[in-house]
């Protein structure tokens, strides 16, 4: 196997990631501007109602997750939305390559906006709000994060699979599925309060247990990171052969060609 050309493949879907990223100003809100309107929100909530130690660190615990799997996620999903809003679609799958290159390079240019936009939130909510995020040391962090973008990745999967599909109706998706993950996988409180059919749900969801895992180092209690580490290899694992699937039916149905005119 060549290596070298391997790497580039997933190095040329980051690239194109980059490439389209920096000529759209709007990207920027999708940095700063909307994660610091998603922070401050919650935060200055805590504050209104008086809510203070842990409670504060299971808010913004869920509060940053959420924001970095939008970032992340939306990240994976562009591989294929912005050939298919500028119908240009066929072009990517001209070259040699498969879902893997597609999704790992884009999500590897996911990671690198989710830590800066991680970054910036832990500063603010740290000198803002009192708390700090390596309370438990840098490992809890590291862990935490790998569940956010294993998640969000996955997400980014489902999406593309959805344009190849159904197309551009599809696009919806991108912003509808993280609203959906917000509802059950206890962003803002903890999964036990959903009801029954929710909570068997919300055990389906990777970040559910990344969640609980991190946010028992400010608020013991138990957690299976196991199970999320399974269930997040799984869907990646299953999300790419599925991908792999729904490129060779776009070629078979004409799918693609009606999305890149």
Partial sequence: MNWQGELNKYLASAYKNWITSKRNIFTLFELFFWPMISLLSIGLLTRFLKVEGSMVSFLLVGAIALTILQVAQIDVAYVLLFDMWSKSIKNTFIAPIHSYHLVFGATLFGILRGSVVFFILAIVSRYLFGFDFQEGGLLPVLIFLAGVFATAAVIGIIVCISILTFGQKADVAAWSLSGMILLVSGIYYPVEVL?????????????????????????????????GAFLAVFYLVLGLILFDRAIERARRTGILLRLSE
């Fill in 195 to 227: 009801p029954p059919l929710l909570q068997t749900l919300a055990r389906a969801i990777p970040l559910t247990y990344f969640l609980e895992y991190y946010r028992s180092v400010f608020i013991p209690g138990p957690h299976h990171l196991a199970i």
